[in-house]
Each structure stands twice: as C-alpha cells, then as structure tokens.
T-cell receptor
Framework: AQKITQTQPGMFVQEKEAVTLDCTYD???????LFWYKQPSSGEMIFLIY??????QNATEGRYSLNFQKARKSANLVISASQLGDSAMYFC?????????FGKGTRLHILP | DAGITQSPRHKVTETGTPVTLRCHQT?????MYWYRQDPGHGLRLIHY???????DKGEVSDGYSVSRSKTEDFLLTLESATSSQTSVYFC???????????FGPGTRLTVL
C-alpha cells in the first residue's frame, strides 16, 4: 500500500531563513506524482508544487522548490527566504492511478 | 464564480440522523474526491468518483456512501451519523494533466 510520511509535526523558523519540510513516500509503482499543499489558518487548501516520478529535474515555483530524491523516496519542500505569510500547515501528497493520499502535515511557524 | 462549492458550510446534527453533504463543480472535471480532515491525521480519502455513477472507496469509507448522478455534483452521505464523524469535510476536483486537486472551502460537521 502506498504511504506518505511527514515526520515534523511542527517547526519554528526565523523570517528570511530557508525552510525544508520533509516528506517520504512508499510505493512500488514506477509512475506517480507528488504534490505539496499549503493550508493557512483560514482553512483553504492551496496547491504549491508538483513533481512527476519521471521528471528529470526538481520542480520549482517561485520561492518553492521540491527536492526530489527518487532512490531515497523523498520529496522535501524547500521554501527560500521565508516570510511571515508562510506560517501555515503544509501537506505532502502522492497520486497513484486514481487515488491521491496525504501525509499528516507539518505546521510551520515563521518568527519575526 | 468559484469552480467548486460545498454545501452546507456548517452543520450540527445529532447522533443517528442521516446527513448529506453536497459538492458542486463548474469545471466539468471527471474526477471528484471527498476527504475528511482531523487533527493529527491530515486529510484522509473517504470516497472518490471517476465519472457519472462510477465511484470507489478510499482509506476511511466505513459509515459513508456517495453518489454521482451528474458530472457536476458529488454527494457524500452519512447514513447514521456518529460522534466519530465530527470533522471538516473537503471536496476536491482533479485537473487534467498533472492531476492537481482544486479544493472546495470545506464543511464543518459536528455530530452531538
């Protein structure tokens, strides 16, 4: 069965520092996709970034990048130059065929 | 017009009563999903649909049923609500290509 693990329940980071949120996954399927979502305190779910299992390069979207290490089955989210508005819950997710499953999330606190 | 809406947004009900949550999309996407979000558990997949009248179970489907009689609507029914079903319920639609999920605003359900 496929599984997503986020080992950091909470993190505190100083504003302007870079942040790495960990995500490991487990699947035996060679074809899959990996996603990161942000959930601010207002509750909406916001898509951040996507990485396909066959993509050769790490995905980047503005200040977000995905550090994809296929052999280690990890898909860490890197946020450069963190901002106060980055304080939120962050979820890693994986799709295989029709199902999309999520990790338990990491709550990120950015300190001024 | 939002691409995906949920109704009701809040509901309080009593144990043993039936409850139906509605998800409506205007994007004409084939795939629709129901998740529940609980502290410490992240988002867990309840059921999903891959077309009209085509549905399948997710990770936590016991106590829930779904129906999809037309592309734009995906209904989640709790036949006899229990206190353990108190949660925030999110509906999502899946885009073509990468398969990114677009989430609805969520429904907060309290079962007393």
């Amino acid at each position: 069965a496929q599984k997503i693990t986020q080992t950091q329940p909470g993190m505190f980071v100083q504003e302007k520092e870079a942040v790495t949120l960990d995500c490991t996954y487990d699947t035996s399927d060679p074809s899959y996709g990996l996603f990161w979502y942000k959930q601010p305190s207002s509750g909406e779910m916001i898509f951040l970034i996507y990485q396909g299992s066959y993509d050769q390069q790490n995905a980047t979207e503005g200040r977000y990048s995905l550090n994809f290490q296929k052999a280690r089955k990890s898909a860490n989210l890197v946020i450069s130059a963190s901002q106060l508005g980055d304080s939120a819950m962050y979820f890693c997710a994986m799709n295989r065929d029709d199902k999309i499953i999520f990790g338990k999330g990491t709550r990120l606190h950015i300190l001024p | 017009d939002a691409g995906i809406t949920q109704s009701p947004r809040h509901k309080v009900t009593e144990t043993g009563t039936p409850v139906t949550l509605r998800c409506h999309q205007t994007e004409n996407h084939r795939y629709m999903y129901w998740y529940r979000q609980d502290p410490g558990h992240g988002l867990r997949l309840i059921h999903y649909s891959y077309g009209v009248k085509d549905t399948d179970k997710g990770e936590v489907s016991d106590g829930y049923s779904v129906s999809r009689s037309k592309t734009e609507d995906f209904l989640l029914t709790l036949e006899s609500a229990t206190s353990s079903q108190t949660s925030v319920y999110f509906c999502a639609i899946r885009s073509q290509g990468e398969g990114t999920l677009l989430f609805g605003p969520g429904t907060r359900l309290t079962v007393l």
